[in-house]
C-alpha cells in the first residue's frame, strides 16, 4: 500500500500545528464551490429503501441532458475517486482474454499521466504494479501506454487542451488498442470544454465528471462516468449493486435539472472576489479555472506558513514549491480577510 | 460476469407484471425496518466539505461503543456490499508474499459458504474465479478452505449458531491459516449473539454489520467491518479516501449513541403483527428473525403469485421453492390486508 496523497481538508491537522479552532480557519485548500446549492426536498422512501433502479435511471437520464451526453447515460459512481481505481483492473481486463476478471500475471504495461495532475491517477497505477510515465505533452503519449490520463481543465495549473487535441490523440490511442480518460472534474464552468457530446463517437474514450465540487456538495460522494457501454457495465459490476446512496441520486436527479446559471454566477462573482484579494497584494495569477486559482511566488513556502498563522489554509505542491492553489473564498468579508493576511506578509 | 442476483426491491417489475403503481405495493419483500428512524440534524458542512478524518472518528467511536468492539474501530463502509466484494482480493493478499495487491496466478483455493444463505458471498467468490463448496454444516468447514463465511443470524431461515460455536470454527480456521466471516447484518434485535466484543481476541475473525436494515435508512449505504487493524487498513485503503457519503457517517455518529429501545420495540411489535397476519391465514412459520419471517409450505409458489395478484410482493426461492420471505409490514393497516390477502387463497 502506497502512502495516502495529503489531499485539500486538513484544517484539523493545520489548527492542530497553528492554533485556533477548526471552525475559525479559513479553508482555501479544496477546489469545491464555497457556496453550497440548497438541497433539494429528498423523499423519505430514499433514505429508507436501497436505491433502486428507477432513482438510478432518473439521476442517468438528468446526467444525460445536463452534460448532453447523447446516447450515452453517464454512470453514477460514489465519487470519481473510486472509478480511478479501479481503472488499473480495466486495463488489466481488456489485456485478458477468457481470463477471469482479477487474476493475472504481471506485465509491463505502460501508463501515462499528463503532468503534473492529480495525485490520486499515478498513485492507483503504481499500487497496481503499473509503471507510470509522467509526461508534460501528449505529445509525449505513445503507441507504448495502454491508457493515458488528461485532466482538462487540468489541476491545479487548469491547463486546457482543446477538443480537436484530445480527440485527434483519443484516435491514436484507439489505433493502438489504448484508453484515453479525460477527468473533467473542474468543466462545469465552461461546459464547451467537455468531450460528453462527442463520446458516443468516440470509443475508446472514458469521461469522469465531478457533481461535487460544481455544487458545493462533496459529502454526498457522486462522480458520473461516461464512456461505450460495455466499461460502464464494467465499472457498474465492479462497483456493485447500490455503490451510489439513495440522497446522492435523488439530489442529482434535481439539481442536474434545475438552472444552474445562478450557480455558475455566483462562482464567478467569488472567483473575481478572489482574484481581486490575490491582485491586490501583488501575487501573481499563473492559472486556475473557475474554482480555484494558481499562484507563482519564488517565496511560496513562506506565504503558506504566514497564512497558517492567520489561520487560512492553502495548498502548495512538493514537486512545484513555487506554487500555491488558493480555492474560492465563501464571501467577501473572507475576500477581505484573506487580502488583509496577505498584505501582512513581508518581502 | 456473473448474472446479478434477483434483490428484494423489485417493485417496479412486479408492478409491470401484476398491474397497480409501484406506490400501491405493499413491499415484504426486504429485511429493512419499514418504519425508518426520524433523522437527526445534517449540519451543512457535513454535505458541503469531503467527509473528514473528525467525523469518521466520530462515527467509528460511536460504532465501537454500540457494537462494543472494546479496542477495535469498526470501519465504516459503504454498505456490507462493498466489501463482500473485497473479499476475494484479501484471501488472494493473504496468499501473496512480497507481491502486488492485485495480481496473483489462478488457485485451487476453495471458499466455504454456510448454506443456503445471502446469495452475494457465493457470486462475489466465483467471479473472481474461486470455487465455492455451499456447505450446511460447520462440521463440512474442513483445512482445505482459505475462508469461511457464516451469517448469524442466518438469512432467510434465521438459523443461530451460538458464540462457542463459531470461535471453535474460527480457531480451526486460524490453525490452518484461514479467515471465518461472520455477517451480522440481521444480528441488533439480539446482541447478545454478536461476537464483537471478542472479535479483538479472535485475530482471523471478520464481522459485518449493517446500519441500514436496523434503522430503516438502507438508502444511507453504511456497514461496519470489525476485525484486526492490518485487515481493517486493506479495505480502507481499497475501499479509498471518502468511500462512505458524510451525511451517512453524521447520521451513524448520532443515531447509533442514541436509545434504540424504542426501535427494537417497534420491531417487535410489528413482526408480532406479522406473525398474527400469517398464523391466522393458517401458515406455518418455519424461522426467521425480528426483520423477516420464512413461511414454508408446500404451495409456496402459487402463494407467492397469488399475493403479487394482491399486489403484496415478498421472497421466493429458486432454491427452495417451499419457502416465502416476509419482511414486516409498516402498520396494523398492512397486516389486515396482508391477513386478508392470504386467507383468500384457496387451499
Given at each position: 500500500m502506497?502512502?495516502?496523497?495529503?489531499?485539500?481538508?486538513?484544517?484539523?491537522?493545520?489548527?492542530?500545528?497553528?492554533?485556533?479552532?477548526?471552525?475559525?480557519w479559513?479553508?482555501?485548500?479544496?477546489g469545491?464551490?464555497?457556496?453550497?446549492?440548497?438541497?433539494?426536498?429528498?423523499?423519505?422512501?430514499?433514505?429508507?429503501?436501497?436505491?433502486?433502479?428507477?432513482?438510478?435511471?432518473?439521476?442517468?437520464?438528468?446526467?444525460?441532458?445536463?452534460?448532453?451526453?447523447?446516447?450515452?447515460?453517464?454512470?453514477?459512481?460514489?465519487?470519481?475517486?473510486?472509478?480511478i481505481?479501479?481503472?488499473p483492473?480495466?486495463?488489466d481486463a481488456?489485456?485478458?482474454?477468457?481470463g477471469?476478471?482479477?487474476?493475472?500475471a504481471?506485465?509491463?504495461?505502460?501508463?501515462?499521466?499528463?503532468?503534473?495532475?492529480?495525485?490520486?491517477?499515478?498513485?492507483?497505477?503504481?499500487?497496481?504494479?503499473?509503471?507510470?510515465?509522467?509526461?508534460?505533452?501528449?505529445a509525449?503519449?505513445?503507441?507504448?501506454?495502454?491508457?493515458a490520463?488528461?485532466?482538462?481543465?487540468?489541476?491545479?495549473?487548469?491547463?486546457?487542451?482543446?477538443?480537436e487535441?484530445?480527440?485527434?490523440?483519443h484516435?491514436?490511442?484507439?489505433?493502438?488498442d489504448?484508453?484515453?480518460?479525460?477527468?473533467?472534474?473542474?468543466?462545469?464552468?465552461?461546459?464547451?470544454?467537455?468531450?460528453?457530446?462527442?463520446?458516443?463517437?468516440?470509443?475508446?474514450l472514458?469521461?469522469?465528471?465531478?457533481?461535487?465540487k460544481?455544487f458545493?456538495?462533496?459529502?454526498?460522494?457522486?462522480?458520473?462516468?461516461i464512456?461505450?457501454?460495455?466499461?460502464?457495465?464494467?465499472?457498474?459490476?465492479?462497483?456493485g449493486?447500490?455503490?451510489?446512496?439513495g440522497?446522492a441520486l435523488?439530489?442529482?436527479?434535481?439539481?442536474l435539472?434545475?438552472?444552474?446559471?445562478?450557480?455558475?454566477g455566483?462562482?464567478?462573482?467569488?472567483?473575481?472576489?478572489?482574484?481581486?484579494?490575490?491582485?491586490?497584494?501583488?501575487?501573481?495569477?499563473?492559472?486556475?479555472?473557475?474554482?480555484?486559482?494558481?499562484?507563482?511566488?519564488?517565496?511560496?513556502?513562506?506565504?503558506y506558513?504566514?497564512?497558517?498563522?492567520?489561520?487560512?489554509?492553502?495548498?502548495?505542491?512538493?514537486y512545484?514549491?513555487?506554487?500555491?492553489?488558493f480555492?474560492?473564498?465563501?464571501?467577501?468579508?473572507?475576500d477581505?480577510?484573506?487580502?488583509?493576511?496577505?498584505?501582512?506578509?513581508?518581502?
Open positions: 502506497s502512502a495516502p496523497i495529503v489531499h485539500g481538508g486538513g484544517i484539523t491537522a493545520a489548527a492542530a500545528a497553528f492554533g485556533g479552532s477548526p471552525e475559525d479559513l479553508d482555501l485548500s479544496t469545491i464551490n464555497p457556496c453550497p446549492v440548497a438541497l433539494p426536498d429528498i423523499p423519505v422512501r430514499v433514505w429508507h429503501r436501497l436505491p433502486d433502479r428507477h432513482l438510478i435511471d432518473e439521476a442517468r437520464r438528468a446526467a444525460r441532458d445536463h452534460y448532453r451526453s447523447g446516447e450515452i447515460l453517464p454512470l453514477p459512481v460514489p465519487g470519481t475517486q473510486s472509478v481505481q479501479l481503472l483492473r480495466l486495463v481488456g489485456r485478458l482474454v477468457g477471469t476478471d482479477n487474476r493475472v504481471v506485465t509491463d504495461d505502460r501508463i501515462a499521466v499528463v503532468s503534473p495532475t492529480y495525485g490520486e491517477y499515478a498513485r492507483a497505477f503504481v499500487s497496481a504494479g503499473f509503471a507510470v510515465d509522467a509526461v508534460d505533452d501528449l509525449a503519449v505513445g503507441a507504448g501506454h495502454r491508457l490520463v488528461v485532466v482538462n481543465p487540468n489541476n491545479p495549473d487548469g491547463l486546457i487542451w482543446p477538443a487535441t484530445l480527440i485527434a490523440l484516435d491514436r490511442m484507439k489505433a493502438a489504448g484508453l484515453l480518460v479525460v477527468d473533467e472534474a473542474f468543466g462545469d464552468a465552461d461546459p464547451a470544454l467537455s468531450l460528453a457530446s462527442r463520446a458516443s463517437q468516440l470509443s475508446n472514458i469521461i469522469f465528471r465531478s457533481f461535487g460544481f458545493g456538495l462533496a459529502g454526498l460522494r457522486l462522480g458520473f462516468a464512456a461505450r457501454s460495455d466499461i460502464l457495465t464494467r465499472f457498474e459490476d465492479w462497483l449493486p447500490w455503490a451510489v446512496s440522497p435523488s439530489i442529482a436527479a434535481s439539481l435539472r434545475s438552472d444552474i446559471s445562478p450557480i455558475r455566483r462562482i464567478n462573482e467569488r472567483c473575481a472576489g478572489l482574484h481581486g484579494a490575490l491582485k491586490g497584494a501583488g501575487l501573481q495569477i499563473s492559472g486556475g479555472t473557475a474554482l480555484f486559482t494558481l499562484v507563482a511566488d519564488a517565496r511560496a513556502d513562506d506565504i506558513t504566514h497564512l497558517c498563522r492567520h489561520h487560512i489554509l492553502v495548498r502548495k505542491f512538493d512545484a514549491p513555487e506554487w500555491l492553489r480555492g474560492l473564498t465563501p464571501d467577501p468579508a473572507a477581505r480577510r484573506l487580502g488583509e493576511a496577505l498584505q501582512r506578509f513581508e518581502r
